[in-house]
């Protein structure tokens, strides 16, 4: 990741995805994959303590697996192959049983599910966070006054809590749609070479209750068969994401408007040493909504790539597979950071009635009586601030 990545992130979603975060998690899975396997009698009970035993990242030097992983063509290569030798250490008959009958992609896709479930979880907190602030000012301002603007321009008034709660309903959706594709995207990987389980056929039964053992132990969703490249369910989750960035950054360009000097409505909280200027100390930069902005531009390619890395040759990828891991990461790590940016901020908007009053006011003062009555009447108001409170209770009612 490089510099100027790094801050439109979180430490949290960095971690997530990081050479030791994955490689845990890979890790993870190889130890649910040979207790599995020793249980339904596939794997020597003492082979599978040896593997389980040696899968703890901390043995391992995750930066040497990450840069042999460039001339492997996959990190899961040279992580097997740190694997087998640490166990050999201790038993040296285990070895053959290290990662049987799986395959590189399923110990990395499996590995990648680990660590965006971790995400989700990230992800899911802080939006829930936005909605909350969003409704608490919506409630609080269901009455306050202020100008609705279409192309740029005033058009009539509404009230900021109708445009909170605008602004809710999108993130409350969205988190419906992340959940509802994350209970189909988060499943185990597990098909051996060719997503038959082959090496584990000769008892087919047994294959199956492998799979379902190593789901259960990862807290997985076991689909019943390999996706190595079929990836519908995993994409629709990164479209999903990509909405909900959109959403926010729709949300970002709105605040940035009315927070802007000569409109002064809306205002992000101040906090010493952030948003200043290097060389006008007058200025307070709008950070939350600029790092909320540069999610939105750069989510669209990062979903638009995976959308087009489904196109995958016949059961294992050449290139489109390597490119979704890429692409996969910075969405996740974008999109958090986009979320954290706004649900540290909207709790603390500073909101100036006065000034939205007066913005109304001087564009009343140069219309005529009629456009004034039909406009800008002090009724449309109360409508506005009656539809407010009736979208936050559904909103609360449909968020529960």
């Given at each position: ?168 309903a999108p993130l409350v ?112 930069n709008p950070v939350a ?107 609360r009612r449909v968020a529960?």
């Open positions: 990741m490089s510099l100027f990545e790094g801050y439109l992130s979180t430490p949290e979603a960095v971690a997530a995805f990081s050479g030791s975060g994955v490689v845990a998690a890979m890790l993870r899975f190889e130890a649910a994959l040979a207790q599995a396997q020793a249980d339904e009698g596939l794997v020597p009970p003492a082979a599978a303590r040896s593997i389980v035993g040696s899968c703890r990242v901390e043995l391992f030097d995750v930066e040497k697996i990450v840069r042999d992983s460039g001339r492997a063509g996959s990190v899961a290569i040279p992580l097997v192959r740190a694997l087998r030798e640490a166990v050999g250490l201790f038993n040296a008959e285990a070895v053959a049983w290290t990662h049987f009958g799986s395959s590189s992609q399923d110990v990395i896709d499996t590995a990648l599910v680990l660590v965006t479930r971790d995400a989700l979880a990230l992800v899911d907190a802080d939006l829930q966070r936005c909605t909350e602030a969003l409704l608490a000012l919506a409630e609080r301002h269901a009455d306050t006054p202020m100008l609705a603007r279409t192309l740029m321009q005033p058009a009539s008034v509404t009230s900021l809590g109708f445009k909170c709660a605008d602004w809710a959706r969205g988190r419906q749609r992340l959940q509802q594709a994350a209970a189909q995207a988060l499943q185990l990987q597990l098909g051996g070479g060719v997503g038959t389980l082959a090496q584990m056929r000769s008892d087919a039964p047994r294959a199956a209750a492998v799979r379902a053992r190593v789901a259960a132990a990862l807290g997985l969703r076991d689909g019943g068969s390999a996706w190595h490249t079929q990836r519908d369910d995993w994409v629709a989750l990164a479209c999903a994401l990509g909405v909900v960035t959109g959403s926010l950054g729709k949300l970002a360009a709105d605040l940035a408007l009315l927070g802007q000097h000569e409109v002064g409505e809306l205002m992000e909280p101040a906090e010493s040493g952030r948003g200043i200027s290097t060389v006008m100390p007058h200025k307070r909504s600029m790092v909320a902005l540069s999610a939105a531009q750069r989510v669209p390619q990062r979903v638009a790539a995976l959308l087009a890395g489904m196109v995958q040759e016949h059961e294992r990828a050449l290139g489109a597979w390597q490119a979704e891991q890429a692409e996969w990461s910075s969405l996740w790590m974008s999109a958090h950071g986009s979320l954290r940016a706004l649900a540290t901020a909207l709790p603390g908007l500073r909101v100036d009635a006065a000034r939205m009053q007066a913005n109304i006011d001087h564009v009343r003062a140069g219309l005529p009586h009629e456009t004034v009555q039909e406009w800008f009447a002090p009724t449309l108001v109360e409508i506005a601030s009656v539809q407010a409170r009736h979208r936050v209770a559904e909103l529960a």
